[in-house]
C-alpha cells in the first residue's frame, strides 16, 4: 500500500482549519480561523493561498466557487473541503504531533500546555 | 467583528484596478472577493494585497511552470545568446529576461496556448523580457549589453521555441489537477476534448517529422565538410537518426475518431489513444533518445581528435557530453513526468466509464 501524502507543520494547520469549518472554509475564514490556532503568531493572507493551493495539488483538498455575493464586489467565494487523502494526512500528522507531546510530557514531566503557557527562551528564563 | 464592507466602504477603483491586474486570472475572482470582504480603509487594503499578491504569483508559477519546461528554455535561450553574444554575462542576463517574461506569461495566461497566435504572444512576452533585461543592463551595466549581432542568432533560438511550444502546449505549464481529475459530463464535451487531443497530436508529429527532414538536410554540409571520418560517421549517423525519427513519428500517427459514436464507444476509443500515447512517452528514452547517442558521442570524439592534433584544450568536448547528458535527463523526466498526468487523466475518464 502507497504511504500517505507527507505534510509540513503549516500544512497540517491549514488542513485542520479546513475541516474544523466545515461548509464555511474559504480564504477570509480559513485565514482567520489559522490565526486562532497559532496565536498570538500571524500569518498571512498570502502563505494561506499558497498553501491551499500546494494542498490542492497533491490531491489533499478540494475546492470550488460558490455563487457570487454582494459584499464581495459580486465575487465568488473559493470554497474548501478535506479529500479523503486530505482526512487520512491530517490524521497522521496529529497522531505523530500527539506522539511527540506525551513524549515531550514524559521528559519535562509536566503537561505541556501548563508548560507552553509559562515557556521562556532559554536567555530570558 | 463584521468585516463585510457596505457601499460606502468599498476600495478606491484606482487601487482596487491595480490589485486585480497584478492578481493572476486564475484566482483573481476569489482573492478579489476575499480582499474586498476584510476591506476597512484603503492603506489595510493595500497592505493585505501587498501582503499576499507575491505569494499568489508565486503559486502560480509554481502551478504554471514546470522544471523540465524552464530548463529546456533556459538551455535553448543560453545556447542562442551565447553564441550571439561570444561572452558569459550578457548571454546571462539576456536569458534571465527572457524566462522572467515567459514564466509569468505562463502564470497570466488563461488555459494553454493552443493556436499559433496564442504561442506567437507567449514568444511577445518573452522578447518584452529580453527588452527589459536590456534596459537594466543598459542603465547599470553599459558594457554587458547584447550585441546586435546576437538578436539574429536569439530569432533562431525564438524560432525553435515557437516550434517547440506549438507541438507541446504543455511544455512551459502543468496541468491543473483539477482539469485532469473532472471526467467530461456529456457526448459533446468528450468529442471536443478528443478532437482537440487529436489536433494537438497531428500537430505535433507534423512539427516533429518536418524538423527530423530539415535536421538530416541540414546535416549534409557537415558530413561533408567533416574533417575526419570520426565525425564524418557520426554526422551520417545524426543524419539518418534524424530521418528515422520524421519516419517513426508518422508510423504512430493514428487515424482520427469515427464520427457518430456513442458516449462509452467514444470514451473507450479515447482512453485507448491516451493508453498509447502513455506508453509512447514513457519509453521515449528508448525509442526517441538512445538513438541519438551514437551520433552525437562519434561527433565529440571526431571534435576531440582534432582538438588533440591542434593542442587545443579537451574541455569544451567534456562540457558538450555534460550538457548533452542533461538534456537527455531532464527530457526523460519531462515525459516520465507527463506520462504520470496521463495516468491520472486516464484513471479519471475510467472512473467516469463505471
Known sequence: MALPESIGQFEHVVLAAVLALADDAYGVTIHAKIEEFISPRSVSLGAVYATLDRLEDKGLLKSWLSDPTPERGGRSKRH??????????????????????????RIWGEDVWTAGQRWKPARQA | MDRRPTLETRPPG????????????ACREHIVGDLWERYRSPWQFVLDAA?????????????TSTLAGVVIHA???????????GRLW???????????????????KCGFSISVKQVAIDLLFG???????????????????????????????????????????NLGAAVPRQALTLAP???????????????????????????????????????????????????????????????????????????????EAALAHYRGELERRRHQVQTLWRWYLLPIVPGMLLITAGATIEAAKKGRSLWPALVMIALMAGMGIVIHLSSQGWARTLR????????RAQ
Open chain 1, 80 to 105: 474548501y473541503r478535506l479529500e479523503p487523502a486530505g482526512e487520512r494526512a491530517l490524521r497522521d500528522a496529529s497522531v505523530a504531533a500527539k506522539r511527540i507531546c506525551d513524549d515531550l510530557e
Open chain 2, 14 to 25: 484606482l487601487i482596487d484596478a491595480v490589485v486585480r491586474t497584478l492578481i493572476p486570472p
Open chain 2, 51 to 63: 501582503r499576499a499578491i507575491p505569494f499568489v504569483i508565486a503559486s502560480q508559477i509554481r502551478r
Open chain 2, 75 to 85: 538551455f535553448l535561450l543560453f545556447v542562442s545568446f551565447g553564441v550571439g553574444a
Open chain 2, 90 to 108: 550578457p548571454a546571462i542576463a539576456a536569458v534571465s529576461g527572457a524566462l522572467l517574461g515567459f514564466v509569468l506569461r505562463d502564470a497570466y
Open chain 2, 127 to 169: 522578447a518584452i523580457g529580453l527588452v527589459a533585461s536590456q534596459a537594466i543592463v543598459a542603465l547599470a551595466f553599459p558594457g554587458q549589453l547584447l550585441p546586435l549581432r546576437a538578436y539574429a542568432v536569439c530569432l533562431a533560438g525564438f524560432g525553435v521555441l515557437f516550434l517547440l511550444r506549438l507541438q507541446n502546449p
Open chain 2, 185 to 263: 459530463a456529456t457526448r459533446e464535451a468528450l468529442v471536443t476534448e478528443i478532437r482537440l487531443f487529436e489536433r494537438m497530436s497531428r500537430r505535433g508529429y507534423r512539427i516533429e517529422a518536418g524538423t527530423g527532414v530539415a535536421l538530416a538536410g541540414f546535416f549534409i554540409m557537415p558530413l561533408v565538410n567533416a574533417p575526419n571520418w570520426v565525425m564524418r560517421i557520426g554526422w551520417a549517423l545524426g543524419a539518418a537518426y534524424a530521418l528515422y525519427v520524421a519516419v517513426i513519428v508518422t508510423r504512430i500517427q493514428a487515424p482520427p475518431m469515427a464520427d457518430g459514436l456513442e458516449f
Open chain 2, 344 to 351: 491520472i487523466r486516464i484513471d479519471a475518464l475510467g472512473s
